[in-house]
């Protein structure tokens, strides 16, 4: 046996670091503008009305309210609504989708990656650079025979999506069953997604080269406000991918869904992992598969948050409540990406700030550079990730001038 106290100290996870950092800074002024959690216009965490109404009926509802184990698979009823939010009423005849219940986003990518390694066992798998930097870790350890391969994601020259450079390599490097994340939507951490035209040439680069399309989906609702716009790559990729029946297919295509965000219910760890396969390909195995290694790490899903999601979408009064909610925290960013706009470019020599009000979801990619970063920090008291992404949540009207000054006063 090796020495316990012999494992070698890694570093601090960068975005819960930060919090602590932040936590400990006893500065009143101070401004956490890093992790990706919402805040209301008073940087305090929001309960969402909709889900203050849902727990009431799950309170008094005789079926919901006990503390039985569920199946391994999760709850039957919040899969069913789970799956339909995220791929809309899709034609059954070309495909299934087995759906399992996991902690969370994170959670649901684990499993994902922890099924395709041994069950798919591609070869690459393909993560956008820059990415959710858990998206590397979670690989390693599912699966660490996997080669991990970056993709161009990010034209720091041009603030934009490096579209070419992306589908040249996944049309050069990426071989037949090779697994590629894709983030649904608000891309974290550069908040730039592909417009429908370059999500549609993608979805033909999978096709023909049959590439296993990995959505993340951890965002839904959360970028335009509407869930169903929010959605549209996943279903497009769902719908042509499929539509021609086997051989012309790739495998199948996955999707790790959070409610973290869109339903505030980070703590409460609900989310769900599906996986498409073509209507011919048997589901029986995949399934048990996938039994198994729910079995093994948790049994069963909790009970909780699973009653909230599934009360939401399914009563009518309360899901209208629930996209008013949507629309309100997406509206709230939105406004504060403008002015945070507005109150940089009011200084001299700071160039052109566009970028925050083109991107899209919780997270800017500023383009301010580690050592800035490390100022806004030390002299500011203002905390981001050094890669220099903020989350647009922990600005409002109160401190929208203070962050734009002391940003504007790094890059003169
Ligand atoms: N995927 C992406 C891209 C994320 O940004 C996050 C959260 O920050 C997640 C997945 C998973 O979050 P959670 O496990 O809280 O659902």
């Not at 316990?4 to 936590?23: H, V």
Request: glycine share 8%; net charge negative; aromatic share 10%.
């Amino acid at each position: 046996a090796a020495r316990i106290a012999d494992a070698p100290i890694l570093p601090r996870d960068e975005a819960f670091a930060i919090t602590l950092d932040f936590q400990s800074d006893p500065t009143p002024e101070k401004v956490s503008l890093g992790a990706g959690v919402y805040r209301d216009e008073n940087s305090e965490p929001w309960i969402l009305p909709s889900i203050k109404m849902a727990k009431s009926v799950v309170e008094r509802s005789l079926d919901l309210n006990n503390h039985e184990y569920l199946p391994i698979a999760g709850f039957d009823p919040f899969l069913k609504v789970a799956r339909e939010l995220v791929l809309g009423n899709y034609n059954t005849s070309n495909s299934h989708v087995l759906s399992i219940q996991t902690i969370s986003g994170t959670g649901a990518n684990h499993l994902g990656a922890l099924f395709l390694a041994q069950q798919l066992r591609p070869r690459n798998v393909f993560i956008s650079d820059p990415t959710w930097g858990n998206h590397f870790l979670i690989w390693q350890t599912a699966a660490p025979h996997v080669i991990q391969e970056k993709y161009p994601y990010y034209d720091a020259q041009t603030r934009a999506l490096n579209f070419e450079g992306m589908t040249s390599m996944l049309e050069n490097a990426a071989t037949e069953g090779d697994v590629v994340i894709l983030h649904a939507c608000a891309h974290n951490p550069t908040g730039i997604d592909p417009t429908r035209d370059q999500w549609r040439s993608l979805a033909q680069v999978f096709k023909r080269k049959k590439l296993f399309p990995f959505f993340d989906s951890a965002y839904q609702g959360f970028a335009t406000g509407d869930p169903e716009e929010d959605a549209w790559a996943v279903r497009h990729f769902h719908e042509v991918l499929f539509e021609d029946g086997p051989g012309n297919t790739p495998q199948g295509m996955c999707i790790a869904q959070s409610f973290a965000k869109n339903m505030g219910l980070y703590g409460e760890r609900v989310g769900a992992f599906h996986l498409v396969l073509p209507q011919d390909t048997p589901s029986t195995g995949p399934y048990s598969q996938l039994l198994r290694l729910v079995r093994a790490e948790i049994s069963n899903p909790p009970l909780y948050g699973c009653r909230l999601v599934y009360t939401v979408l399914s009563n009518p009064t309360i899901r209208a409540v629930w996209y008013e909610d949507l629309r309100k925290m997406a509206g709230r960013i939105k406004g504060v990406r403008s002015m945070l706009k507005q109150e940089i470019e009011k200084h001299e020599n700071v160039g052109d700030w566009t970028h925050l009000t083109s991107q899209i979801g919780m997270f800017s990619f500023t383009g301010l550079s580690k050592d800035q970063v490390q100022r806004l920090r030390d002299k500011h008291h203002i905390y981001l990730m050094s890669n220099g992404r903020v989350s647009l949540s922990g600005a409002n009207e109160g401190n929208v001038k203070c962050i734009a000054d002391a940003i504007a006063e790094v890059v003169q």
